[in-house]
Structure formats: structure tokens, C-alpha cells
């Protein structure tokens, strides 16, 4: 019977990704599942001129020699941005236009979500091992393409997947959050997304519900307060539920087996509603460490066991 890896908003962070895919043999699994929200958020640039290189990252600029330009690269795809050498005038062309600053964070995205993938397939080849991604809210849409061209890699949004007797469905779609990102809809539009894959499931039982969005007032979606002007209220202190009414809904009415969330890094956790089991495994994709939760399915019991786990 499968068990079942799920890490998710790893942000772009390629030390997180690398530590996903090392996850199925480490904790030997059959399944990695990757949650929504895997891309970067933003260019680091790495500024060329008169043959030097300088780069500001943590918000201190510094210089950089030539030779040690590839390492700085990978300090900073590990923290979950993209570096990008150019010229200054480009970086003035790019400071000058939104427009093109935005074609280029998504050529340079893109760009880095087919490297993941290509990551995948070397690492993965020959195993066996089954590894489904399924972008979130804060992912463009355009992700789902290149996901899809991968060679070992399977898109799970939008989908009812059989995995050894038991059903998944996968969307990383969220109700309204107050940065108006990429995959966000009504509580109603959102029920309707769900419920359009959810009524495909013969037995709820052997069912997997992977919603990046947790379910409302669960504890898996507790956030940091904010204001109108997107300011932390009480210092960040106070917590209010942010998760989705539809999804509670669609757990509570299909009961599956178990229910895989993110979107709520501080909210790491799992609780039952009702006969299912809720998880959500938190992320710290800042710091470089995975955050995850190991299932073990089984086709009696059907949760054999779980474990929240990082590293």
C-alpha cells in the first residue's frame, strides 16, 4: 500500500525542492506530493559592469568576483528567488517598465520550474516513484504547461488520479486573500471546482483531497492579522482563520480519507473533521528546511499511520 510524502509552498526554494525529491527515498516512499505555491517570488539581479559583478541580496549590496558568481547563484536559489546576470542598463530598462519587468520574471520563472523538472527526471528515473505537483495560488498560470511537458512529473489540478486503490483529487485554487495572486475565486466558484472533481469518487473512504487552501476555522489555517494597508495587527500576535469555507464543506459532506492543505505556513498541524484526517505539514522554505507529512495507506485501515516531519 502507498505511502505518501506531501511537503508544499516551498517557494522557489531549490534546497526544499532537492530535500522533496531525496524525501522518497530517505522516508521510502511510493508518492511525493507537492502542494501549491512552488515558484519564487521575485529576481535577484546580479549586476555586470567594467568586468565586476554586484549583487543585492538581504538588502546590502556587495561586490562579487567572477569566480565566485555561480556560488552566489545557488545561495540565492536556495532561499527561493531566481538570480539573473544583466547589465545595468538593463537593470535600468527593467526598474523603468513593468510591464517587461514582468515578462522577464516569468520567462525567468518558467525557466526555473523546467529546471525542477529536469531535477525530477534525473533523480526519479528508474524508480518508480510517482511524484505529482499541483501549483497554487500564488503560481501563474502559465506552470501548468511546463509541469505538463515533464518527463516524470504528473499535473494533478483539475484531476482524479488513481493511486494503488486510492483516489486523489488536486486543485490549488484558494478562496480570496487580500494580495489578489494568481488562482483565487469566490467561496462558490471555489465549491464548484471541487465538487466537479469530488463527485467522481465511488468511495469517499479510499479518497485523497489535496486542497491548498485549508479548511475554515480547522486550526490548519490560523494567520497573522492584518489591517487594511496589509500591516500586522499586534505585532503579528493576533490570529484570525483564513481558510476556505468551501473546502470545510466539501470535507465535511464526502468525508475522505484524508485531506492534504498548505497556503497557511504558520498553521502546521492535523485535526480530524469528522472521520477525516487533516494535515497541513507548514512551511519554513525560508530557512532551507522541508516541512512535511509521511502517510502510510493501507488498503483495511486505510490510515495506517502518519508523521509530521522537517529537516
Not at 532561499?79 to 510591464?99: C, F, N, V
Request: with cysteine; charged share 25%; glycine share 10%.
Amino acid at each position: 500500500m502507498p505511502k505518501v510524502f506531501f511537503a508544499t509552498d516551498l517557494h522557489g526554494s531549490e534546497m526544499c525542492w532537492r530535500k522533496f525529491l531525496n524525501a522518497a527515498k530517505f522516508y521510502d516512499a511510493d508518492v511525493l506530493v507537492c502542494g501549491g505555491d512552488m515558484t519564487g517570488k521575485a529576481i535577484v539581479p546580479i549586476v555586470q559592469e567594467n568586468g565586476h559583478y554586484t549583487v543585492a541580496l538581504g538588502g546590502e549590496q556587495e561586490s562579487v568576483p567572477a569566480e565566485q558568481v555561480a556560488e552566489v547563484e545557488a545561495n540565492i536559489r536556495r532561499k527561493g528567488y531566481y538570480p539573473l546576470q544583466m547589465s545595468l542598463e538593463r537593470l535600468h530598462e527593467l526598474d523603468a517598465d513593468a510591464t517587461k519587468r514582468a515578462e522577464c520574471f516569468q520567462e525567468v520563472m518558467l525557466s526555473g520550474v523546467e529546471r525542477w523538472m529536469n531535477m525530477a527526471g534525473e533523480k526519479l528515473r528508474g524508480t518508480g516513484i510517482r511524484c505529482f505537483v499541483c501549483p497554487g495560488n500564488d503560481d501563474e498560470m502559465e506552470v501548468d504547461d511546463v509541469v505538463r511537458r515533464a518527463e516524470l512529473v504528473e499535473l494533478g489540478e483539475g484531476r482524479a488520479v488513481e493511486i494503488d486503490g486510492f483516489t486523489m483529487i488536486s486543485t490549488g485554487w484558494s478562496n480570496h486573500t487580500p494580495w489578489n495572486t494568481h488562482r483565487e475565486e469566490s467561496e462558490e466558484k471555489l465549491a464548484e471546482r471541487i465538487e466537479s472533481m469530488a463527485s467522481q469518487i465511488k468511495d469517499p473512504s479510499r479518497a485523497v483531497f489535496n486542497l491548498h487552501c485549508p479548511p475554515f476555522k480547522s486550526g490548519l489555517d490560523e494567520a497573522p492579522a492584518i489591517d487594511a494597508d496589509l500591516k500586522l495587527l499586534h505585532g503579528g500576535r493576533a490570529l484570525r482563520p483564513v481558510g476556505s469555507t468551501a473546502v470545510r464543506e466539501a470535507i465535511e459532506r464526502h468525508q475522505p480519507l484524508l485531506s492534504l492543505h498548505g497556503h497557511i505556513h504558520e498553521s502546521k498541524g492535523a485535526v480530524k473533521i469528522g472521520k477525516t484526517l487533516s494535515i497541513n505539514p507548514g512551511s519554513a522554505y525560508e530557512e532551507g528546511m522541508l516541512m512535511g507529512a509521511i502517510i502510510q495507506l493501507d488498503a483495511k485501515k486505510g490510515i495506517k499511520s502518519y508523521q509530521l516531519v522537517n529537516g
